[in-house]
Nanobody, 114 residues
Framework: VHLQASGGGLVQPGGSLRLSCAAS????????VDWYRQAPGKQRELVGL???????NYADSVKGRFTISRDNVRRMLYLQMNSLKPDDTAVYYC?????????WGQGTQVTVSS
């Protein structure tokens, strides 16, 4: 299993970013995949997930601002982040949980600051 996240950067409050995650080494279209984030000094937290059928679920802190999508043909996972806040500053990870094992991408830094 390999997960490669990209698309992070520095953005001003109120701005937008789109993160991508390239997946390989497993049957992507059959699996739920997630986005997590970890801010400095805080525990890693679930941002949201998307099931194999395209259903999504989000943390309350990002509902209405973030959107997760997937492209099963390209084996890509996406996180569209709008109306970004300084509290969204974190390293963002794509994640696969399967059969009791956890697989993580390397993370991409998102910094929201003026």
């Amino acid at each position: 299993v390999h997960l490669q996240a990209s698309g992070g950067g520095l953005v001003q409050p109120g701005g937008s970013l789109r993160l991508s995650c390239a997946a390989s080494g497993f049957n992507f279209k059959l699996n739920t995949v997630d986005w997590y984030r970890q801010a400095p000094g805080k525990q890693r937290e679930l941002v949201g997930l998307i099931t194999s059928t395209g259903s999504t679920n989000y943390a309350d802190s990002v509902k209405g601002r973030f959107t997760i999508s997937r492209d099963n043909v390209r084996r890509m996972l996406y996180l569209q982040m709008n109306s970004l806040k300084p509290d969204d500053t974190a390293v963002y990870y794509c994640h696969l949980g399967r059969s009791g094992d956890d697989y993580w991408g390397q993370g991409t830094q998102v910094t929201v600051s003026s």
